[in-house]
């Protein structure tokens, strides 16, 4: 299923992305909050990456969706929904990862909108969540313009000082750090965005 925006096309992840995958996680900065910095192997993309992206497809049309824009082939990064490993919940998680030169572009939230679109009209996903470093600021407003909201359980001082960032508590390396966890529900969505809204996305078959 290819989705399109106003200024986005959003195709499934296929083999022949991978050298755009593997430049993508090469870039320090853009590994900065998922690894620490270090690139992603290509072959742990070739061989684990796409090829569970594809199966998560076919199986519960979730999976990844590569950016590019709407009127041309570059690309841009990349947009995806995955069920979680240990949940029998009707859930999905999203994350998105864009080449540096995109950033500030607003095309993680007009990317992932679609695609929460989609997913909150076509299947019966009743939840849809994201996990970031707390101190990955960029990523938290793409959250936040959203409409997601911190989960369910997070304490008023958790929200920006998890335990391990409080003030006076142990210092932890970026990557160490446990994440902040958003999310947005079906029927928050339906209330806030999901009825008479305009610009909906276009979704073509593959």
Same mark, same amino acid.
Request: zero cysteines; glycine letters at 10%.
């Given at each position: 299923m290819i989705i399109e925006t106003a200024g986005l096309r959003l195709q499934p992840v296929s083999h022949d992305d991978l050298p755009d995958l593997v430049a993508l996680d090469a870039d320090p900065a853009v590994m900065r909050f998922v690894s620490g910095g270090p690139a992603t192997?290509?072959?742990?993309? *070739?061989?684990? +990456?796409?090829?569970?992206?594809?199966? *998560?497809?076919?199986?519960?049309? *979730? #999976?990844?969706? +590569?950016l590019r824009p709407r009127s041309g082939d570059g690309f841009l990064g990349w947009v995806q929904l995955r069920r979680p490993r240990h949940s029998r919940a009707r859930e999905l998680e999203l994350s998105y990862r864009l080449r540096r030169e995109q950033w500030g572009r607003g095309l993680a939230v007009q990317a992932s909108a679609a695609l929460i679109a989609v997913m909150f009209t076509d299947s019966d996903t009743d939840r849809i969540f994201a996990s970031t470093h707390p101190a990955n600021a960029a990523s938290r407003r793409v959250m936040e313009k959203l409409?997601?909201?911190? *989960?369910?359980? +997070? #304490?008023?001082?958790?929200?920006h000082f998890p335990a391990q960032h409080r003030p006076g508590g142990p210092a932890l390396p970026e990557a160490a750090a446990p994440d902040v966890e958003?999310?947005?529900?079906?029927?928050?969505?339906l209330l806030t965005r999901g009825r008479g809204s305009s610009g909906a996305p276009e979704s073509l078959p593959a």
């Open positions: 192997a290509a072959d742990q993309i *070739a061989d684990w +990456v796409i090829p569970r992206m594809q199966a *998560a497809l076919r199986e519960h049309g *979730a #999976g990844m969706w +590569v409409g997601m909201r911190l *989960a369910s359980g +997070v #304490g008023a001082d958790d929200r958003y999310e947005l529900l079906r029927e928050h969505w």
